[in-house]
């Protein structure tokens, strides 16, 4: 099989099982479940999930069991973006190419959407905990919920906002890359491969090759920002340039900064390699994210 | 120990509890976790932790195995109340007898502090189960995260919006009370009784119990908005009627709704009576609620 047929099949499952999370219209008004259908199938590329379900595969563990951390995962990845679009933060209209939460259902249900896919990930995981509680089980909630946190995510966000419009030091940019975006993609790796049953000490190396191919991630998209099209991204580009923010490529120029990149990723598929051939579809992950356009 | 002594003991017990889980500034800016313990240390009467507590003893359990669950509540409550009061929803400028978090804050980082407890919330419970996992700590997290979540307090709140300015029929408005106000509270004496070691049976009267509290609680804020001073509630009265909200005021008129009230907080005290004398705390607090000012 090819490399995007792989990814197509990958997609799909995660698609197929998000689609079962998502609950049916039984109450009223569906106004709620149909939003947070709106964001959550609008045509993501399912990354942090598919590291969920191919971490723990790779330390012997069952798809099936990753599943409902790999899409709670996902649901508080498209919350985040929600909330990230609205007029009080980054005020953007479109997302993946299309019209923001809000500018469809209105800013109130907005907020409220991406509440609810929060409150939803936090309930999948507990319902998979409780029906099989457990170190593997819980462990993986955990990672993925300090991943996301006041520690995590959250602070990645708030630290961005905080300083937006002002030149930053690399200490702070490197402090939000590691939370903003990395921190998730450290959950994601830790979360998959403490459901999937390996000792701490395993965990912590897909937690650290998470926290490299994030860092990485982001320097690729601060680069995209530049470099691509809003045809091929989905969202307006020269975002950062217009917002006045420091990235990589402000501080390094692109050259540079895709060097930096490339560095990091190597540095993670180096550590995903020293765990064995198991680990196979995600150093091909990481070395593809280097490579995409969009 | 009379009423009042009782409840400000258990008061402080728990407000000690919530400062050990709100963080310590060790991440920069320190705005999110100064502005979590604005609203979190606002004054609440922290009913709905003090019941996780009762339960949970109510059913012989201890009550340091129900604090994680108790305090992961009261941040779930006070986040909704943030998210509540922003501009783009009910657009107050008062709770408690002080500004809002997006008064003082900015809508930006008031929207984030409401992610950030309710993340935190998330945190603090994984956190629990891991350390001891169990069907009862992951029971306790799975009624709270349900209680809160999208057939939840959450659906209450969009049903709440989405008819806002509408004269509502008596089964819409029960629709919004029981999700909207009554699930967080079935789903604190549910997680109190299942971390306390209860059968499935018990869980569900604590749960049933809480539903009618929950919503003579409800209807007993609407009379205080008619009846009260802003003194007294710390926030605006008549804001119902400002808002042109079918209340069961609106409905009923003050007397009738304060018997249904009575007949509710009288139906939750049987059933709770029904489970022996352990209940007897829970079965004062009811009846007290009944004749609160406030």
Redesign the interface.
Known sequence: MDWKNEMQTRIQEVEAALRTYI?KQE???P???EA?GYSLFAGGKRLRPIMVLAACEAVGGKKEDAMPFACALEMIHTYSLI?DD?P??DNDDYRRGRLTSHKVY????A??T???L???A??I???A??DN???Q???A??AI??G????GM??G???D??FEGKTLEKEILD?IHVHKTSAMIRGALEAGACVGGAHADVVEKFGLAGEKIGVAFQILDDILDVTSTMEELGKPIHSDEKNEKTTYVTLYGIERSREIAAKLSQEAVDILESMGENCKFLCELTKDLLQRTY
């Open positions: 609950p109450t009223f008004p106004v709620i479940f947070m909330h609205l009080a933060m209105g800013e109130d249900m907020i409220l991406g509440d609810g929060l409150h939803h936090m309930q995981m507990a319902q905990c409780y509680p457990s170190k089980t819980t462990g909630m955990l919920a300090k996301a946190g006041i520690y959250l602070t966000q708030v630290v906002i905080y402090f």
